[in-house]
């Protein structure tokens, strides 16, 4: 792999994190060049170690999925040697990534604090579910509950049934993307002089943000959000339909996409011009969405999709996750790689989904097995 797919190659980081959020800031710190090493305990590990089935040589998929390009290290924080350890890695580091709640490290000499008492250059990240301060702090912090306190349960769902929670861990995702943003934006500030810093990243938070125009409508009016199942609160048509044979999605985003839709169709729609504008379409949404309903079921879904590709109308089947994983495509663009674990089993992972001067940043090292690089990491930084 290039130097241009290894920008961080130089770059230190020590992972104090477990699940999902912070392991994942950290794992895309290792697959640009960062030297990552996973402190996890010695007796079970990361919690996603046992997250399953399905294992894959002794490993979990969900521990595959946020663990590659890294080391680890199995330590006891009450161990006096290890803990001495950790803090000479700590010092040695550039970035710790931590997500343990406000205060805890405090007993161990490794809250952030502390640590750039000893290191001022030091980037300390601390991944929480509601931050570290605010009436919230204190609590723990989990997807699924996340999901429901940020409001994103609420809109998700038909409008006459239950609220819903996103079928992955979306806010811890975003969590862990937030946290990788601002450990890069962080090292930018100090290679340019300008230190360390304390960076707290919070779920909850990052749930809010994430919903961009129903938050900021829900500033703006004082009104409630509410489900619309597969639709867009104010864009018509923009959600999944049936034709005869299977669903597919479909996402008019402007007018000039709607007209070329009516010409797809065949048939002029029962509004006329009072349907050709959007805000109109949003206001007579269930006239609208009866209508394409009916005309759609008559006709199977490869029609449709090879109609409105040919009219650059913007639509795609709703496919299964393992349609998906199993995409050509996803392998001519080296999104999916093969990878064999320490044990030699040989198994396909994901890369990150973009490309440095046309190369993508790849696996060098394999998910790790729990501890395997424990008497490295002691050798190194044991005293």
Known sequence: MSAAARPLEGVTVLDLSRVLAGPLATMLRGDLGATVWKVERPDSGDETRAWGPPFVGGMSAYYLSVNRNKHSAALDFRDPAHLAAIRR?????????????????????LDAASLRREHPDLVVCSVTGFGQSGPYAALPGYDAVMQGFTGLQSITGEADGPPLKVGVAVVDV???????????????????????????????????????????????????????????????????????????????GNDGQWERLVGVLGTL?????????????????????????????????????????????????????????????????????????????????????????????????PPPELGAQTDEFLARFGG
Not at 102 to 109: F, I, N, Q, S
Not at 213 to 237: C, D, F, W
């Open 269 to 365: 729609p029962p509004g006329g011009d009072a349907w050709s504008r959007n805000p109109d379409r949003v206001l007579r949404r269930a006239d609208v969405i009866g209508w394409l309903t009916t005309v759609f079921a008559a006709r199977p879904r490869a029609e449709w999709l090879e109609r409105l590709a040919a009219a650059q109308v913007p639509a795609g089947p709703v496919r299964e996750v393992h349609e998906v994983m199993h995409d050509p495509a996803l392998r001519e663009r080296l999104l999916v790689r093969d990878v064999t674990l320490p044990g030699g089993t040989t198994t396909p992972l994901l890369s990150l989904p973009w490309r440095i001067d046309g190369e993508r940043p790849g696996v060098t090292l």
């Open 174 to 252: 975003l969590a862990g993307m937030h946290a990788a943003s601002a450990i890069l934006a962080a090292l930018v500030g100090r290679f340019r002089g300008r230190g360390g810093a304390h960076l707290d990243v919070s779920l909850f938070e990052s749930g809010v943000h994430a919903l961009v125009n129903v938050s900021q409508s829900a500033l703006s009016t004082g009104e409630p959000a509410r489900r619309h199942g597969t639709a867009h609160p104010t864009i018509v048509p923009y959600q999944t339909f049936a034709a005869s044979d299977g669903s597919f999605v479909l996402a008019v």
């Open 89 to 109: 890695a700590a010092r040695a580091a550039d970035v710790v990534v931590e997500n343990f709640l406000p205060g805890d490290l405090e007993r161990y000499g």
